[in-house]
């Protein structure tokens, strides 16, 4: 059994030009002490999937899967009481924007022990001792005098760092990771990641990391799910992504990476991922792919088998990483 098992996810928001499904048909296992990566371009979706598990999107997001489970159990099927008990505490999630998720009426202290208090029910001694260890663990310099003051009198990178802390305060099962160390810099990143490796080492955490950065996932992933206009369109191990990458985004991503550049110009993909208004009747990455044809433009892809990487796409990459399969359509006439 997984510790985390998502299926057949989709998310639809009401707009008032019409629905937008910002997340199709996306499935997510998470095992104890595994790492997870999700990459893909901003708006593919990535942290929309995430938000829902958390039960943080608006109400104006309509979601729904074939399952959606924790430790077994359907999320959507336990009384709101069990559901604050496992959320923050079994599940937390380290969000992309700082200022947003720390309150600007309290000192981050009073948040880090009232998380402290709510969960552990930790006494104010322990819960003040407890603080000043995490903030320590997340490279908080005079974590003591810290603890007094407010979001606003700190940096975006020491908002992150109290966010961060607030997310492993209660040794959480799983930790959602939503681009946790963009607005770091290096040597604090590289701190901050070998920090969750460490809880997952010590305490078995579960860690999907949201990022873009392959770096990061090459150093931390144990399997990789690549994300493209609200679709997983490839998921594999992280030795075979890099390696043998079946779908021609997860190719064409792995070209653009400057150790990978064969000239000084670094290649890019073009064109945007697709909006609201202009998703394609076929494969959603056709109008950008090099290896599009006729089937491509008409006929949405499924996700292929596990020895394909799932990709979701009609005709997957060749070994050579440069040429793919006959469509199948051709193959069969
Ligand atoms: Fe490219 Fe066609 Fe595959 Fe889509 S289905 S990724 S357009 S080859
Ligand atoms: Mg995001």
């Known amino acids: 059994m997984s510790l985390l098992e998502v299926r057949n996810l989709t998310v639809e928001f009401a707009t008032s030009a019409g629905q937008f499904r910002a997340v199709e048909g996306v499935d997510v296992t998470l095992d104890k ?56 505490k079994d599940i937390a999630m ?69 966010m961060i802390a607030m997310a492993i305060a209660c040794n959480p099962k799983v930790l959602i990771a939503d681009e946790p160390t963009t607005a770091l810099d290096v040597t604090i990143q590289a701190q901050i990641l070998d920090l969750l490796l460490e809880l997952r080492e010590k305490n078995g955490m579960a860690l999907a990391l949201i990022t873009h950065d392959m770096g990061v996932v090459a150093e931390t992933a144990e399997r990789v799910a690549v994300h493209y206009a609200g679709q997983k369109v490839e998921e594999q191990p992280v030795a075979g992504l890099f390696g043998r990458p079946y779908h021609p985004y997860t190719a064409a991503l792995l070209a653009a990476l400057p150790e990978r550049a064969t000239s000084r110009i670094l290649p890019t993909i073009p064109g945007v991922v697709p909006g609201q208004f202009d998703r394609p009747a076929g494969c959603l990455f056709a109008p950008r792919c090099a290896h599009a044809s006729a089937i491509c433009q008409t006929r949405p892809p499924l996700p292929r088998g596990a020895d394909e990487g799932h990709a979701r796409c009609h005709t997957p990459l060749l070994p050579d990483g440069k040429t793919v399969a006959a469509p199948i359509e051709e193959v069969s006439q």
């Open 33 to 88: 002490g595994e790492v997870l990566a999700i990459v893909g371009e901003s708006g593919s979706g990535k942290s929309v999937s995430m938000l829902a598990v958390m039960g943080l999107l608006p109400w104006t997001a309509t979601i729904t899967a074939d399952r959606m489970a924790f430790e077994g159990r359907d999320l959507r099927e336990i009384t709101p009481a069990e559901r604050r008990k496992i959320i923050g």
């Open 94 to 162: 380290i969000f992309q924007e700082p200022m947003s998720s720390l309150n600007p009426c309290f000192t981050v202290g009073f948040q880090i022990k009232e998380a402290l208090r709510q969960h552990l029910g930790l006494d104010r001694k322990a819960r003040h001792n407890r603080a000043i260890e995490l903030f320590e663990q997340v490279g908080i310099p005079a974590p003591e005098k810290r603890l007094n003051v407010f979001p606003h009198q700190m940096s975006g990178g020491m908002n992150q760092r109290v």
